[in-house]
Every structure is written in structure tokens, then in C-alpha cells.
């Protein structure tokens, strides 16, 4: 299906498809004067064809600013997007459109995505006309059916003509999927893309993601504030906390061993993680940070319960742990040793939580 970079002679080989360096983006705050909410502050992500990321954290914490600034839905205030490897400036004209095309978003609400007054065969023509331009009749039909079949909307004589209204939501975010497939998109950024419908759906919507992925070699930024999904789903797990990232990592290793107290905090406010159908994740306890003028430091120390002296003043950066593993916290720094024995004892912060 995504033939068409493979001959890009600007391609670099090894860059991720799409990148995120020091991504920032400050809201101005209504009659604030100079002040700003600190939705993303300097994050890094990659994505890679063939790989779903999930992206995870409380809400508010920044992750659909993030979604919307990768689908270039509004300015980024500093920072890169990379496509290949290639800073995206253009903001209109071809360049912009191509962009566009080869980065498509899933919102979460099924619902409002869809415009009401319109048939299935209207939102799917329309994607795939202008996303792919002039076809003849007999060609256009053959897309819409193969759009549907995609989706396992079959057989699709029995949703062509249908109106939103007469879907099921999990039917109706099926056609917002094949409707960002009808551009031939090399990445997919899903917006909470279950957490609207009813829980007993929502893993076969995931597993369709997970299948076009794997056909497709698409890119997958999968945002979510269920990080027991993201174990299932994704091949990485990305958490953020307060507009920056806090750990990053295997799938496996993040929800298995997770390092930042953050991570471990969400993971042990989140139900039953093997029972993903029959539940609603919760929140972590505590409240979230004042985006506006956020904490110095560490921005999780007011509720990390590991928090030291130096967490107060000076922001961790991100530490390896193995792997591709890593997390922003001064737990993991090679000189913590000392203030982590003083701090909780001889354990590390896993088994404190235990
Ligand atoms: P949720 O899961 O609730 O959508 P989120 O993690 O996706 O949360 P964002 O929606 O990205 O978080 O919001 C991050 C912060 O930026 C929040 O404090 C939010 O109020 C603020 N924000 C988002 N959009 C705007 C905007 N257009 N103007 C001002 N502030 C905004
Ligand atoms: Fe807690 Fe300090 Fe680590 Fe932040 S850097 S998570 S406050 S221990």
C-alpha cells in the first residue's frame, strides 16, 4: 500500500518515519498576560514503520496537544517534526498536503468525527479523491469495498449506503479508520480511539489497529490514559506526566517493571490488568500539577513519595536503564545510591510500592 516513499531520494535510511525533538508547545492563558500553560515541554518520540507507541498518562498531562501537533492541526511554539528524517516546516501547499496524507489521525469520538448528513460511500469518496485524485467509476467502487473490507465492515454493499446514525459506535469508528486508510497514510496518530465505545468492543477495534499495522507497516501512536491497554497493544509505552516524559521503553518492561514512581503509581491505581474488556481504568491518586506555573524540579515531586531534596530544585534527565529503557528520575542516577537508602531503605522503589 505505502510504495511511495520508498523512492523519496531525500529518504535517510535509519531515521525513524516520524520523530518529535524537543517538541514544545505553550498555550497562552486567556487575559493571562505573559503566562502560558506548559501543555508539552521539550519531548522526544519516534516512530517507527511497523510499531504501535503508546502514549500514555492522566488527563491533561499533554498527550492530545501532542497528537494534534504530529498531525500538524496547529504551530508547534519550539521543537522539531521529522518525517524521515526531514524537519516538517510547511504549513500549506503541496508539501503540507503530502504531509497530511501520509500522517492521518483517528479521533476518539466516532461520533462527532462523523459528519451526520453524510453516507459511508460519501466520507469514503471524499478521502480517497482527495487524497488520491481522479479514478475512474469502476476503480473508485473497487476502493470503497476494499476500504470496508479493510475494516471487516462486511460485505460492504451493507454499509455504503448507510448514514452514521445507523452504526454501531464500534461500526462508526471502523469507517473513521477506513477513512484515514482511503488516503494511504504511513502513520496512524488514535486519539483515545476505544474510550468512547462500550468496553465489551473495544479489543476488537484495537486488534483491527494492530492488524492493518501489521499489513500495512504503518506507524501507530497509540494515545491512551490505560496503560493495562497499552501493555497488550503496544510494542512501546511512552509516559508522560504534566507536559513531559517520564519513562519510555519495551511495552513489557514499562507495565511489567516499571521504573519511574509515576509509572508504578498509574499502574497500581489501574485495575485488574487481565480483564481489559470488563473495566474502566481510573485515574492515579493525587492531583495533577498547575500546567501554568508547574513545579520546579521534578514536576511529579509534590507526589512522589521517593521525592529528595535535589527533586525539588533540579530536573532529572532521562537515565538508561537497559534496553532502550529509561526514565527521567533521580532514583536512577549512577550517584543515587546514597539518597535512594536514605530515601526507602535499601529497596528499590518496585518493591517499596509492593
Ligand atoms: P485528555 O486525556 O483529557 O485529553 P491530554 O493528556 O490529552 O488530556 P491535553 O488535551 O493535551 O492533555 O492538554 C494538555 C494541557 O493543555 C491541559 O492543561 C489543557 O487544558 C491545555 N490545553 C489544551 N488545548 C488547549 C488550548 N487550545 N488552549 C489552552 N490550553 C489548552
Ligand atoms: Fe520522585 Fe525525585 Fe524521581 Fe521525581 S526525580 S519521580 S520526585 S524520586
Not at 56 to 70: F, N, Q
Request: charged content about 25%.
Amino acid at each position: 500500500m505505502s510504495s511511495h516513499s520508498h523512492n523519496d531520494p531525500d529518504r535517510t535510511s535509519d531515521a525513524p518515519l516520524l520523530a518529535a525533538r524537543n517538541l514544545t508547545k505553550h498555550f497562552p492563558v486567556k487575559g493571562g498576560g505573559s503566562r502560558v500553560v506548559h501543555a508539552v515541554d521539550s519531548v522526544d518520540i519516534e516512530l517507527h514503520a511497523g510499531e504501535v507507541v503508546a502514549l500514555v498518562g492522566e488527563s491533561g498531562s499533554g498527550k492530545s496537544t501532542i497528537a494534534r501537533l504530529l498531525a500538524k492541526l496547529m504551530p508547534h511554539t519550539s521543537g522539531d517534526i521529522l518525517l524521515e528524517g526531514t524537519a516538517v516546516t510547511a504549513r500549506f501547499g503541496r508539501r503540507f498536503r503530502n504531509y497530511c496524507r501520509r500522517v492521518q489521525m483517528i479521533l476518539q469520538d466516532p461520533f462527532a468525527s462523523l459528519n451526520p448528513i453524510h453516507r459511508v460511500r460519501y466520507v469514503l469518496t471524499r478521502s480517497i479523491s482527495i487524497h488520491r485524485g481522479r479514478m475512474s467509476r469502476d476503480e473508485r467502487e473497487r476502493m470503497l469495498r476494499e476500504l470496508l473490507e479493510r475494516v471487516d465492515l462486511t460485505p460492504p454493499e451493507r454499509y455504503l449506503e448507510k448514514f452514521p446514525h445507523e452504526l454501531s459506535g464500534g461500526q462508526r469508528q471502523r469507517v473513521a479508520i477506513a477513512r484515514a486508510l482511503g488516503a494511504d497514510p504511513e502513520v496512524l496518530l488514535a486519539d483515545e480511539p476505544v474510550s468512547m465505545l462500550d468496553v465489551s468492543i473495544r479489543i476488537g477495534v484495537l486488534n483491527l489497529l494492530r492488524d492493518l499495522k501489521d499489513r500495512f507497516h504503518l506507524a501507530v501512536l497509540y494515545i491512551t490514559h490505560d496503560i493495562a491497554s497499552a501493555r497488550y497493544f503496544a510494542d512501546r509505552t511512552v509516559v508522560m506526566y504534566a507536559g513531559q516524559i517520564v519513562e519510555r521503553g519495551p511495552s513489557e518492561a514499562v507495565t511489567q517493571h516499571p521504573l519511574h514512581p509515576y509509572t508504578q503509581l498509574l499502574i497500581a491505581s489501574a485495575p485488574d490488568a487481565d480483564r481489559l474488556e470488563e473495566r474502566e481504568a481510573t485515574e492515579a491518586t493525587g492531583e495533577p500539577p498547575s500546567l501554568i506555573s508547574p513545579p520546579t524540579g521534578c514536576r511529579f515531586h509534590p507526589r512522589c513519595p521517593f521525592a529528595m531534596e535535589r527533586c525539588r530544585t533540579d530536573a532529572p534527565p532521562m537515565f538508561s536503564a537497559e534496553s532502550g529503557h529509561e526514565s527521567a528520575c533521580w532514583l536512577y542516577a549512577d550517584d543515587a545510591e546514597a539518597e535512594r537508602a536514605a530515601a526507602f531503605g535499601a529497596q528499590t522503589p518496585g518493591e517499596a510500592q509492593a
